[in-house]
């Protein structure tokens, strides 16, 4: 049972965040403006590190390769992700309600990446024992 749900979670984790990696690449103009709409600064250049970490890190992750560093720097980019593009102090009404539930959301995922890393740390150091 611990064997499938790891490669169930790892695969539905990977999976969570290399279809946003490519959309980045493929839906570029939207998600250009979806950083512009929310006041972001060097944004082709952003946008382009994102998708690439994305992609990168859940490949990672999905091969089971250097699963911790890969979901560690996930898990910061969903920390950087969720207070520049989820800010849902800056909105009101439902616009509002749909960033706060997007925000989290990401904490949830946060959660799952800081667990995901914690038990690879772990299961690793047991190895090497």
Known sequence: METSSLI????LIGLYFLVPGVMKFVAWDM???LME????IFIPVLLVLA???QIVASISILMNRYVAPAAFILALMVVAINFNLHDFWNFTG?????????????????GGLLVLAAY????????KK
């Open 8 to 11: 169930i979670g790892r695969s």
């Open 31 to 33: 998600h250009i403006a």
């Open 37 to 40: 709409k929310h006041g972001m």
């Open 51 to 53: 998708g690439v970490i």
């Open 94 to 110: 439902q616009e509002g309600a749909h960033e706060m539930q997007n925000f989290i959301k990401n904490l949830g995922i946060l």
């Open 120 to 127: 690879n740390v772990k299961h690793v150091n047991d190895i």
